[in-house]
């Protein structure tokens, strides 16, 4: 896979014009767009279509997590919808799990199937919170690679999962488990509202397939800038891990 295309840029962003504005600036030095709910809930579908015909591909980052046959249906509309990528929650178990991979399956008889990422332990979360909040004793490395089992026993393409936990995927479920790690901040940025983050070159050697990166591009100065010296550390990191 080409380095640019294991950049995911977060259209994090509610203004629609500014958005279409930052796809046609992007989609030639970024793999996919990832459509979150807040520009989803505010333009819908039909967002999803503009951003494809703007040149941009679409990872579609709703999480769903629901009864097993309103996900799946949710999952075959996805698919109707052409988005490169979409997600899960693995917390929704696993016949839920089955039940979205076959839908999704039959939707397009096996064939461009969009990749189905699980959801593991979102970033904002640590230790504390799972215990606290979720009544979850493991430690998030723990839970984490409990969640990634059961999504590729159910047949899912990979992951979500914060950098702390690449290398650990990784090394028990194998290169073809992708891996997709939100949480990247360039050397010298906030994290934000994000607890377990690293940098795209950190990511990369860890392991990392898809990394995400929101605001370090959207609030830059010159976006395509800040997009192409991600990429170029991206590309010294996968030289080095080589």
Not at 85 to 92: L, S, T
Not at 157 to 180: K, Y
Not at 200 to 219: H, K, M, S, T
Request: overall charge negative.
């Amino acid at each position: 896979m080409d380095t640019k295309e294991r950049l995911i840029v977060a259209l994090d962003l509610a203004e629609r014009e500014r958005v279409l504005g930052l796809v046609s600036q992007l989609h030639d030095c970024c793999g996919m767009f990832k459509v979150g709910l807040e520009p989803f809930c505010n333009y819908g579908p039909a967002f999803v279509k503009e951003i494809q015909e703007a040149g941009g591909r679409v990872f579609l980052d709703l999480k769903f997590h629901d009864i097993p046959r309103t996900v799946a249906q949710a999952g075959r509309a996805a698919a109707r919808l052409g988005v490169a990528m979409f997600n899960v929650h693995i917390a929704g178990g696993r016949e839920m799990l089955r039940a979205v991979v076959e839908e999704v399956e039959d939707e397009t008889g096996g064939k461009r199937m969009p990749l189905i990422i699980g959801v593991t332990v979102l970033t904002s979360l640590g230790a504390e919170e799972l215990f606290n909040d979720l009544g979850i004793e493991r430690q998030p490395l723990d839970q984490v690679l409990f969640w990634a089992e059961i999504a590729k026993e159910c047949g899912l393409s990979g992951v979500v999962a914060s950098p702390r936990e690449i290398a650990a995927i990784r090394e028990r479920f194998g290169e073809d488990f992708l891996i997709v790690t939100p949480g990247i901040r360039p050397a010298g940025s906030s994290a934000g509202d994000q607890k377990r983050i690293s940098t795209p070159g950190e990511a990369i050697n860890a392991g990392a397939d898809y990394i995400v990166v929101g605001r370090p591009i959207l609030q830059a100065v010159d976006s395509r800038e800040a997009a192409r010296r991600i990429l170029r550390e991206m590309e010294e990191s996968r030289d080095e891990r080589k």
